[in-house]
């Protein structure tokens, strides 16, 4: 019987080399699929700039690629050498709404500044940094949804990946003129001024909901197979920080597959939370849809070959059918050493991906604990 698991991986910009030349990306390609993944989330928006020629770039900024990439086409590079292994493809908006880090809002704003964001001073909505566009203004959301659609419509690739920038908007946010008047006109009142008020969170959440449901309708318009993949932060944070509903989302069935961020440092947070997910926010009937994403490598942190495996065989043993890293250059430290655990342990079992029928199936009953574990331990004691 085949193996039906999501085994992927996100390719950056930030720390990472892999997408700045075709040899790095077929060589990428090689390794994960020895390595026994079967997608890649390769970024396509981030820093006011596409990893793709973009007709709505130009048209709105004069600025058809990132220029680090002129004359090439990185995203094209990846879907010719990742169909070559037989990998799946799911572009990765990672900016979402984003407009800019820590440069006032960077050239979007500058063009565009009617469609920053605001917080309740009035300020350029801010937050760890990240400067924000006004995710609830119609003419930013047509913006966002006109990249995706040219990705979908001009690219040979398997769906589409927001995460949590989207959809996704600050709480602090919501204060701009445009937004303030939508909502004077529905409650002839100014909304709170606490910014986590709960229905002043579920309103401006609704809108971002309503606008992720729109473009999941077009996304599927283009091709009715293509995957609608999302990484928010964890439920209830994401909702109070970042307008983020995913249990509403799951149950209007606007999401495909969905990889909640559960970037912990330890097992033991991990599996704290991946139960929390499977306990409260998942059922049996939407289990198949969970992937969560596993933090790989951030600066000098690597996770350790134990904690990964370890991770891999909780999720089994409580039924999530898989997981993504991040990111593709934790693979490639100490000479390849998790690639080689993943290949010689969970993952030496090729695993199909999942189609878009096996993840709206009801969930299967939990998987029994497997003895991957000790094989991956006698395989960690030869290294």
């Known amino acids: 019987m085949t193996t039906i698991e999501t085994r992927?991986?996100?390719?950056?910009?930030?720390?990472?080399?892999?997408?700045r030349s075709k040899e790095n990306i077929a060589q990428?390609?090689?390794?994960?699929?020895?390595?026994?993944?079967n997608v890649v989330f390769p970024v396509v928006w981030n820093q006011g700039v596409t990893l793709y020629p973009?007709?709505?770039?130009?048209?709105?900024?004069?600025?058809?690629?990132?220029?680090?990439?002129?004359?090439?086409?990185?995203?094209?590079?990846?879907?010719?050498?990742?169909?070559?292994?037989?990998?799946?493809?799911?572009?990765?908006?990672?900016?979402g709404f984003v407009s800019s880090y820590n440069l006032n809002g960077g050239v979007l704003l500058q063009k565009k500044p009617q469609w920053a964001g605001r917080d309740s001073n009035g300020n350029l909505l801010n937050k760890n940094g990240f400067e924000w566009l006004n995710a609830l203004d119609p003419q930013v959301q047509e913006f966002i949804s006109s990249l995706v659609l040219?990705?979908?419509k001009n690219y040979d690739?398997?769906?589409?990946?927001?995460?949590?920038?989207?959809?996704?908007?600050?709480?602090?946010?919501?204060?701009?003129?445009?937004?303030?008047?939508?909502?004077?006109?529905?409650?002839?009142?100014?909304?709170?001024?606490?910014?986590k008020d709960r229905q002043w969170l579920q309103w401006r959440a609704n809108i971002l909901t309503d606008f992720w449901a729109h473009l999941y309708e077009q996304v599927k318009a283009v091709n009715s197979n293509l995957l609608v993949?999302?990484?928010?932060?964890?439920?209830?944070?994401?909702?109070?920080?970042?307008?983020?509903?995913?249990?509403?989302?799951?149950?209007?069935?606007?999401?495909?597959?969905?990889?909640?961020?559960?970037?912990?440092?330890?097992?033991?947070?991990?599996?704290t939370i991946a139960n929390k997910l499977v306990t409260q926010q998942f059922t049996d009937t939407n289990l198949s849809k969970l992937?969560?994403?596993?933090?790989?490598?951030?600066?000098?942190?690597?996770?350790?070959?134990?904690?990964?495996?370890?991770?891999?065989?909780?999720?089994?043993?409580?039924?999530?059918?898989?997981?993504?890293?991040?990111?593709?250059e934790g693979l490639q430290k100490n000479n390849h050493a998790l690639a080689k655990v993943l290949?010689?342990?969970?993952?030496?079992?090729?695993?199909?991906f999942p189609t878009l029928s096996d993840l709206s199936r009801r969930g299967e009953s939990k998987i029994k604990s497997t003895s991957i574990w000790q094989g991956v331990a006698r395989f960690l004691k030869n290294l």
């Open 229 to 271: 993949a999302i990484a928010p932060n964890i439920h209830d944070w994401a909702f109070v920080e970042y307008l983020q509903d995913s249990p509403t989302w799951l149950n209007r069935g606007i999401v495909d597959i969905i990889h909640p961020q559960i970037y912990r440092r330890d097992f033991s947070s991990y599996q």
């Open 54 to 95: 973009s007709q709505t770039m130009q048209q709105y900024f004069g600025v058809e690629i990132d220029p680090k990439s002129v004359g090439r086409d990185p995203l094209e590079e990846v879907v010719v050498e990742a169909r070559r292994v037989g990998l799946k493809v799911i572009p990765w908006f990672e900016y």
């Open 28 to 37: 990428a390609m090689d390794l994960l699929a020895e390595t026994g993944f």
């Open 343 to 352: 290949r010689n342990g969970p993952y030496a079992k090729s695993a199909s």
């Open 150 to 152: 040219e990705v979908v």
């Open 8 to 19: 992927g991986i996100w390719l950056t910009t930030t720390d990472s080399q892999v997408l």
């Open 291 to 328: 992937a969560p994403g596993i933090l790989m490598k951030l600066g000098n942190y690597c996770i350790s070959p134990e904690y990964l495996v370890q991770a891999i065989e909780y999720n089994r043993q409580v039924g999530i059918p898989g997981e993504v890293f991040f990111f593709y």
């Open 157 to 195: 690739v398997d769906g589409i990946q927001g995460d949590d920038r989207l959809p996704a908007f600050p709480s602090e946010g919501g204060y701009d003129q445009l937004t303030l008047t939508r909502y004077r006109q529905e409650f002839h009142r100014d909304p709170p001024l606490n910014p």
